[in-house]
């Protein structure tokens, strides 16, 4: 790994956890998280077909996925006796994470 490629990793890294903060300020909970996990995996699977982009997918789908923010998200609503809605948004997220970056690693 070379010096430049870690900078590229972490200005991605920047740029990823930044649009992660603004969707879950500006969507409602969990829409924001859902669309951050979306979104990275479309940028993973992206850069997984391009060798030359890996930066991309370490750096931003990275800092812009977050299985924390899902797993407290999934608590909250557990706790809430939503447990009809938590299991939806699991499943809801995990299939459309497997889909997104099957769709976008066959192009």
Do not use: D
């Amino acid at each position: 790994m070379t010096l430049m490629f870690a900078v590229y990793v972490a200005v991605a890294g920047c740029a990823g956890g930044m649009l992660r903060y603004v969707l879950s300020t500006v969507l409602v909970k969990p829409a924001g998280t859902y669309l951050a996990n979306s979104l990275a995996c479309i940028v993973a699977a992206a850069s997984a077909a391009h060798p030359s982009l890996l930066w991309v997918g370490c750096g931003f789908a990275g800092a812009l996925s977050t299985w924390s923010s899902v797993a407290g998200e999934l608590s909250t609503l557990l706790r809430q006796g939503k447990a009809g809605f938590a299991a939806l948004y699991l499943l809801a997220t995990l299939l459309t994470g497997v889909m997104a970056y099957a769709l976008v690693s066959q192009l």
